[in-house]
């Protein structure tokens, strides 16, 4: 199993321009999530997802879009890049929470690395 | 919204010493993790604690949940080289999503 994998792994944008990432995950999980990194700030949930076809607003939303189409990939867009969104991407994934005090462990892909000048 | 602050940010030790860190939060988590990411990878989850008060090892890691379920630390014994990367704690929300800390860079050096 090749786990999450997130594609590109790195990537410079000009201000103003869109993409999109992608994130792939192989064991039928039915959580995916986006998260940003940044130095001294921990990992931020931008948006997630409970299943194909939701999506849902995660702590730093703003300037990004995502979908689920199919329950394996989840896609995070940018649709005008702004240097404040030059950061680590990372995307997880993780089986639902099974039952009070359980953790389902979220599983995390490499990573991409974007810079917007 | 809800914060987790992590202490130390960085930690630069010799290799065979033993490291502590912490994170405290204004907030209850029923479930408190720790995870490591090494350079250029993603995290990976190392500890998870679900009962105030547990106390949980791996290898030579040890965790505990504290009293409050506002805090946590983590140590790690005997330090080696691969220990080299950033920890993450984090708190677990309704419906399965994480606030994590800051995280503690640790430096080893042989």
């Known amino acids: 199993n090749a786990g999450v994998t997130q594609t590109p792994k790195f990537r410079v944008l000009k201000t103003g321009q869109s993409m999109t990432l992608l994130c792939a995950q192989d064991?039928?999980?039915?959580?995916m999530y986006w998260y940003r990194q940044d130095p001294g700030m921990g990992l931020r949930l931008i948006h997630y997802s409970v299943g194909e076809g939701t999506t849902a607003k995660g702590e730093v939303p703003d300037g990004y879009n995502v979908s689920r189409l199919k329950k394996q990939n989840f896609l995070l867009g940018l649709e005008s890049a702004a240097p404040s969104q030059t950061s680590v991407y990372f995307c997880a994934s993780s089986y639902p929470r099974a039952r009070r005090g359980a953790y389902n462990e979220q599983f995390f892909g490499p990573g991409t690395r974007l810079t917007v000048l | 919204g809800q914060q987790l602050n992590q202490s130390p940010q960085s930690m630069f030790i010799q290799e065979g010493e033993d490291v502590s860190m912490n994170c405290t939060s204004s907030s209850i988590f029923n479930t408190w993790l720790w995870y490591k990411q090494d350079p250029g990878e993603g995290p990976v989850l190392l500890i998870a604690l679900y009962k105030a008060g547990e106390l949980t090892s791996n290898g030579r890691l040890t965790a505990q949940f504290g009293i409050t379920r506002k805090d946590s630390f983590l140590n790690i014994s005997a330090s080696i080289p691969s220990d080299v990367g950033i920890y993450f704690c984090a708190g677990q929300l309704q419906g399965g999503k994480l606030i994590f800390g800051q995280g503690t860079e640790l430096s080893v050096k042989p």
């Open positions: 064991m039928n999980h039915e959580y």
